[in-house]
């Protein structure tokens, strides 16, 4: 089955310790995206990738980094940078164009202890 | 850049009809989109209008005006099954396609 996948689920993080995220799509979707999502608040933009090898600064970009090495996968890493990290983060991928539905992974839940 | 502000909660009835507005700032987009998510879930895409006007989805309609720079979702025939967070969402003119999102509207039907 095609789809996208996140993990962990769940994740703890030390303060002062860089965490990566993974997101893998089996899609064959050029574009990928990640979004924070705060409780009861919407869906920012952290990252987003069009093509391997390129990717570009969302709204929230401070903290965070991310790699595109190959068309499956857009892992994000939270650095120690980042000063409020908690948060449910969600990876999504989508062909490009105007009107592409977006297909999103069932994210992971970082928490920092 | 893109700003997109929606109401943070609604609450109707079983049965009834409920329209979650959008309305937006935007430097240039191909369209509007809403997506669904319930309670610690994925957000799934609902619907999209690049042109102004009315699409109709099942019970789910969605409507576009580029004129008044304003969206709306139209839930006919509620279920609780429809209790849950609805998002608005463009995708920018701009290089690299990028993928705005809403504020985002809680949902509640009460019995």
């Known amino acids: 089955d095609g789809g996208i996948t996140q993990s962990p689920k769940y994740l703890f993080r030390k303060e002062g310790q860089n965490v990566t995220l993974s997101c893998e799509q089996n899609?064959?979707?050029?574009?990928m995206y990640w979004y924070r999502q705060d409780p009861g608040q919407g869906l920012r933009l952290i990252y987003y990738?069009?093509?391997?090898?390129?990717?570009q600064k969302g709204d929230i970009a401070e903290g965070y980094s991310v790699s595109r090495e190959k068309k499956e996968s857009f892992p994000l890493t939270v650095t120690s940078a980042q000063k409020n990290p908690t948060a449910f983060y969600l990876c999504?991928?989508?062909?490009?164009?105007?009107?592409?539905?977006?297909?999103f992974g069932q994210g992971t839940r970082l928490t920092v202890v | 850049g893109q700003s997109l502000e929606q109401p943070s909660e609604v609450t109707a009835v079983e049965g009834a009809i409920v329209q979650i507005n959008c309305t937006y700032q935007?430097?240039?987009?191909?369209?509007l989109s809403w997506y669904q998510q319930h309670d610690g879930g994925a957000p799934t895409f609902l619907s999209y209008?690049?042109?102004?006007g009315l699409e109709e989805t099942g019970r789910f309609s969605s409507f576009l005006s580029r004129s008044d720079s304003y969206g709306y979702l139209l839930l006919q025939e509620l279920q609780m099954k429809d209790s849950a967070s609805y998002f608005c969402?463009?995708?920018?003119?701009?290089?690299?396609?990028?993928?705005?999102f809403g504020t985002g509207t809680q949902l509640k039907v009460e019995l």
């Open positions: 990738s069009q093509i391997v090898n390129d990717f």
């Open positions: 999504a991928s989508s062909i490009r164009g105007q009107n592409t539905e977006a297909f």
């Open positions: 899609l064959n979707h050029d574009a």
């Open positions: 209008n690049g042109l102004d």
């Open positions: 969402a463009v995708r920018g003119t701009g290089g690299g396609n990028k993928l705005t």
């Open positions: 935007t430097s240039g987009f191909y369209g």
